[in-house]
């Protein structure tokens, strides 16, 4: 039998926040809220796209994690590099990648980000220093510390932030990874999501401790968690690490503790889950929470409801956008294998 | 082959490390990063007195760590550099299959052309001697047949400084195959600075009876092999140098010139690059051909250990010179 850890509950994730805020806080957040309903929605359109049939293949959502997503971006400034997995939607909005450039990517569009060659799996935008989108397990994670090597080379002091699933800790290359960022002290922030699950199997049957962050500190990389369902929790304690990070240039594995409101892919139901699981963190709901904390320091509900309105007249905009598009063309299926070798034609 | 009259005799492996360094003097996004590279001057000594020359944060000491370093090179080159990734050999390089094929060869597509991976990832590549099947292979059938990556491999040491200066000046990830059996062979280079340019094969040697294409050690073996055939065949020889992108405009030339083919491969053949040159030139010289196309190769086998087991294994001079002779009826006619 294999062994089992233990595995965090709702009640050991929830971290305090003052009640207070600032005005410049109150601001900040509001835009924040703002971004989250934006990516919430986001991702709900996508999935009733798929089920329309707009687009088909692997559709990964982001729905419960937005807080994640929102407070990592919030810390970085837009010279920092950002690299992930396939469940990256909204995290290539939130670094730059205009939604409906994302949203047309999925349906095969011309005006899609990769032009209808990456997928839901694999947006990349070199402009935005959005690196992908990365379809394999802990495939990004060798990529991130490449991307380090050329900040210290360079002697730069932007950072790259790499995201990876908790499962994809178990990935040989990954470790690799962790142990060369520490041998050679390269600015890596690895976000590690820990939202439970790796496709239907549970973190505590797959991996024998019950904090990853706990494993990186083996490879002598400085590590923590966080409670990755309040978004305020997450963008104080990724900003304390980011500037820490300008400072030491040193890599930090951050393991924010989330949860996966949907199955692994628009496809699966995710029916394996313990009974009262999801609504258990449902009641940290990262919008909720938010938005509680807005309406106690005044914020008027009215001022709210505007946002919700507004994010689903957007995304309406957004998604007609998209449905109008062209297709990508056939004829440009031969561009972009290689840069052109002369006397090889593309084809 | 024709070398400019001003050339000094140097090894492959002078050859390299002139390659690395005269382009690491040129363009300082250029450093060399591998196991056993800096400290130790090379597994087998390409980079010897490197890390003296361009310090460590250009000529770098990794962990055991194939897949990790690999990606490190993509990464880096995507975010602007343009590493050179040492392999100790590629049979380690396997390692980091995961990240040639998935990454590599794919993030420049699958952005829309937005990245690009200035990247090379070099080493020796088949069978040396006596090292068993683990330290024996060849993996030039594996990612030729990979869209997105560009195959390389050295015979000369001419050929091996040129194709390396232009493999580095290459915006693509680039396979570069060179072998320890190899690293001393010694031959002329100009002084002049010289480029070979990738995706073009080279005539070694002009003829009319048959055409013969190797790379690698095996060109060696059919020079040998040509040798003992004497003057009684007329062989053309060719050295592709790319192997992807292959420069089939060469061979078609040749076969129509001389109506016959033979590819020599170390590799064993099924599924190969010689099985693929076969299928090219039937399908365009299928008029034009007096015989099969031939192949000479490695039985279908791991490498076994033993000497007189792995001679048996690897293509023989025997074996090349029967096969030419079947190509051109030479003993049926007699
Ligand atoms: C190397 C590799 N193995 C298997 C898969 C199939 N696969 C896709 S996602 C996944 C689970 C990964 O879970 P996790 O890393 O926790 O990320 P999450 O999906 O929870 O965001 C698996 C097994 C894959 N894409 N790549
Ligand atoms: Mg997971």
């Known amino acids: 039998m294999t062994k089992k850890s233990a595995k965090l509950s709702a009640k050991e994730v929830k971290s305090k926040q003052t009640a207070k805020m600032t005005a410049t806080e109150v601001k900040r957040y509001l835009k924040v809220y703002r971004q989250m309903l934006f990516f919430r929605r986001f991702e709900e359109r996508v999935h009733i796209a798929y089920t329309q049939g707009k687009f088909s293949g692997f559709c990964h959502l982001h729905i419960g994690q937005e807080a994640v997503c929102a407070g990592v971006q919030a810390a970085l400034r837009d010279s920092d590099y950002v690299i992930s997995a396939y469940r990256s939607h909204t995290q290539a909005i939130a670094k730059g990648i205009p939604a409906v450039q994302v949203m047309a990517e999925m349906f095969g569009k011309a005006t899609g980000c990769c032009r209808g060659k990456g997928g839901s799996m694999h947006m990349f935008s070199a402009e935005r220093r959005f690196f992908g989108g990365h379809g394999i397990v802990g495939g990004q994670v060798p990529l991130a510390i490449g991307m380090a090597f050329k900040i210290n080379y360079r002697q730069e002091d932007d950072i790259v932030v790499c995201y990876l699933g908790d499962a994809a800790i178990n990935q040989g290359q990954v470790l690799e990874a962790l142990n060369m960022a520490a041998i050679w002290d390269l600015p890596v922030l690895f976000i590690v999501e820990n939202n439970r699950y790796g496709m239907g199997t549970d973190i505590k049957r797959t991996t024998a401790i019950k904090h990853i962050y706990q494993r990186a500190q083996g490879f002598g990389v400085a590590a923590a968690d966080m409670d990755g369902m309040n978004v305020r929790t997450v963008l104080k304690q990724t900003a304390a690490i980011v500037k820490r990070m300008r400072q030491d240039k040193k890599p930090y594995l951050l393991e924010a503790l989330t949860y996966r409101y949907r199955g692994h892919s628009v496809s699966d139901p995710a029916n394996y889950r313990p009974e009262g699981e999801l609504q258990e963190f449902q009641q940290l709901d990262p919008l909720i929470q938010l938005r509680d904390d807005l309406l106690a320091v005044g914020v008027e509900a009215e001022q709210l409801q505007a946002d919700v309105d507004a994010v689903k007249t957007e995304l309406r905009v957004i998604e007609k956008q998209a449905d109008a598009a062209e297709l990508a063309p056939v004829a440009a299926i031969y561009e972009d294998v290689l840069v052109a070798i002369d006397g090889h034609e593309e084809h | 082959m024709t070398v400019p009259t001003q050339a000094t005799k140097i090894s492959i492996r002078e050859a390299l490390r002139q390659a690395m360094c005269e382009e690491m003097r040129r363009d300082a996004d250029i450093f060399l990063l591998g196991e056993e590279v800096a400290e130790y ?294």
């Open chain 2, 41 to 334: 001057d090379g597994a087998y000594k390409v980079s010897k007195g490197m890390l003296k020359e361009f310090g460590a944060r250009r000529v770098v000491d990794a962990p055991i760590s194939e897949a990790g370093f690999a990606g490190l090179g993509i990464g880096a080159a995507m975010a602007g550099l343009r590493p050179i990734i040492e392999m100790m050999t590629w049979n380690f390089g396997i390692q980091a299959f995961d990240q040639i094929i998935n990454h590599a060869a794919k993030v420049r597509y699958m952005s829309g052309g937005q990245f690009k991976v200035p990247l090379v990832l070099r080493g020796p590549n088949g069978v040396a001697h006596m090292l068993g099947a683990t330290h024996s292979q060849y993996i030039e059938p594996f990612l030729a047949h990979v869209p997105g990556l560009v195959v390389v491999a050295v015979s000369t040491p001419y050929d091996a400084k040129g194709l390396l200066k232009a493999a580095i000046r290459d915006d693509n990830p680039v396979i570069f195959l060179e072998s320890e059996f190899m690293y001393g062979d010694t031959g002329e280079v100009p002084d002049a600075e010289y480029l070979l340019p990738l995706g073009k094969g080279m005539v070694v040697r002009e003829g009319t009876d048959a055409t013969v294409v190797a790379w690698g050690k095996m060109l060696k073996l059919v020079l040998r092999a040509a040798d003992v055939l004497g003057d009684d065949v007329s062989l053309e020889i060719i050295n592709p140098m790319t192997l992807q992108p292959l420069d089939t405009q060469l061979l078609v030339a040749s076969v129509n010139k001389t109506h016959r083919l033979l590819v020599v491969e170390e590799a064993p053949a099924f599924a190969a690059i010689g099985a693929e040159i076969a299928a090219q030139i039937q399908e365009r010289c299928f008029d034009e051909l007096d015989a099969p196309v031939a192949r000479v190769s490695a039985k279908h086998l791991p490498v076994p250990y033993a000497d007189h087991l792995e001679r048996a294994t690897l293509p023989s001079v025997e074996e090349v010179v029967a096969a030419v002779r079947q190509l051109l009826y030479m003993d049926t006619q007699a």
